[in-house]
């Protein structure tokens, strides 16, 4: 059985990973609005007990897992340890009183519960003594429909509200101003305002780096000197090459040691890692590990295409959230970067395969799936092993999330 998955991220008030939710389906062609939900969460719960762990795709935070009426009913959950999921009621689920037994439960069993997609109705006061966070669709939802639900949950303050499809920097300051706690959406990838920033000079060096990599004939002379000329670029390198990553059998001492044993392809990963991870220091951890993520992801599309340079495709993925990263339109951030032709064209949309390869990404982690089917047909790919490759991806950002914490 092939398991198809995405996760979304869940940020705090201070823009932290707080959790992810999970979205599963048995199949990309399995993509119709009338899916059935107990079927889709019954394969959700078989392929985190036999295809992966939940640690894969959540690492150390929870995740948001949608649950129906009957397989609350069925004790579905408590296949699923309460430290990982948090129970997501779906909103076509109607309030009553097995609903409430079972919520009344999964409370006394220590599980955070979320309703999802909250339509306000008076009947869910009942719930709410057991409910932890609501759901609210912060496009669909109105002003003074919130400000309803405000003050209904305002006589437990226990409960948290988490805003869904926040899109812009503007929606979630908005959100933010209302109240709500937790966000859901893509508003940490997009630009917060049209302005031009300047690189550093440890950028500038990152920068030149990139270019230096990028030529056909790499120098390795002239980038151990580049290396040298910055001790804490030279520490990192030194560090990066002797983590638990690569698994090495004994230290690497020297610039030129570090260079030559990473190679060429690992090399180009590195600067383009920790190009990135420089320029987003002020931003929220969970868009460097979104860049690494689709980096990976990319480079695994290439290499089953086998049409395209893999390790152009990584530098794609991860500079395909630089937009957000500078606060700038893409177009202004590629003046800035010594980047192939191809690679800029796909960042600003032009026709190409890294183009192609970056859209099935993006489908993909928002679990668009019907449109990934598409994508996936036209690229001639194997819809089976994408799985696999995204699974991989996941685990590869986490293990470098780590790495670079330890740098």
Request: without cysteine.
């Amino acid at each position: 059985m092939y398991f198809y998955a995405a996760r979304q991220p869940i940020l705090d008030r201070e823009k932290n990973l707080y959790a992810y939710e999970l979205l599963f389906r048995d199949g990309l062609d399995n993509v119709f609005p009338d899916i059935d939900g107990d079927e889709a969460t019954s394969k959700m719960i078989a392929g985190s007990q036999f295809n992966f762990g939940l640690d894969d795709f959540l690492g150390d935070k929870p995740g948001f897992i949608n649950f129906t009426l009957d397989t609350l009913l069925k004790k579905f959950p408590s296949m699923l340890p309460k430290e990982q999921v948090v129970v997501e009621i779906l909103e076509t689920v109607q309030p009553g009183k097995k609903l409430l037994a079972e919520v009344q439960q999964l409370k006394d069993d220590g599980y955070i519960i979320a309703l999802d997609d909250y339509i306000h109705q008076p009947v869910w006061r009942h719930f709410y003594p057991f409910i932890d966070i609501i759901k609210i669709d912060f496009r669909s939802t109105d002003a003074a429909t919130i400000d309803q639900i405000l003050l209904a949950v305002a006589p437990f303050p226990h409960i948290k509200l988490l805003a869904e499809k926040v899109e812009t920097n503007a929606e979630f300051q908005n959100a933010l101003d209302m109240g709500f706690s937790y966000f859901q959406g893509y508003f940490f990838s997009k630009p917060e305002m049209l302005q031009s920033k300047a690189l550093s000079p440890a950028q500038m060096t990152l920068a030149e780096l990139l270019y230096e990599t990028s030529k056909s004939e790499m120098d390795l002379a002239q980038i151990t000197s580049i290396f040298e000329r910055d001790v804490n670029l030279s520490y990192k390198l030194l560090r990066y090459s002797n983590s638990a990553v690569f698994k090495r059998r004994s230290e690497i001492e020297t610039i030129k040691q570090a260079l030559v044993v990473l190679g060429q392809v690992e090399l180009k990963k590195f600067l383009s890692v920790l190009f990135t991870a420089q320029v987003s220091s002020e931003k929220p951890a969970e868009l460097m590990r979104l860049a690494m993520t689709r980096a990976k992801f990319a480079e695994g599309i290439a290499s089953l295409h086998r049409q395209t340079d893999t390790a152009k495709a990584f530098l794609t993925g991860m500079m395909s959230l630089m937009d957000a990263i500078l606060d700038e339109p893409m177009s202004s951030v590629l003046t800035k970067l010594p980047l192939a032709k191809d690679i800029k064209d796909a960042l600003v949309g032009e026709p190409g395969f890294l183009s192609e390869y970056l859209a099935l990404v993006k489908h993909y982690e928002r679990a668009e799936w019907q449109d990934a089917n598409i994508a996936i047909a036209k690229l001639k790919l194997d819809p089976k092993v994408l799985p696999d490759k995204y699974h991989e991806a996941v685990q590869w950002a986490n293990e470098q999330m780590r790495a670079l914490g330890d740098a």
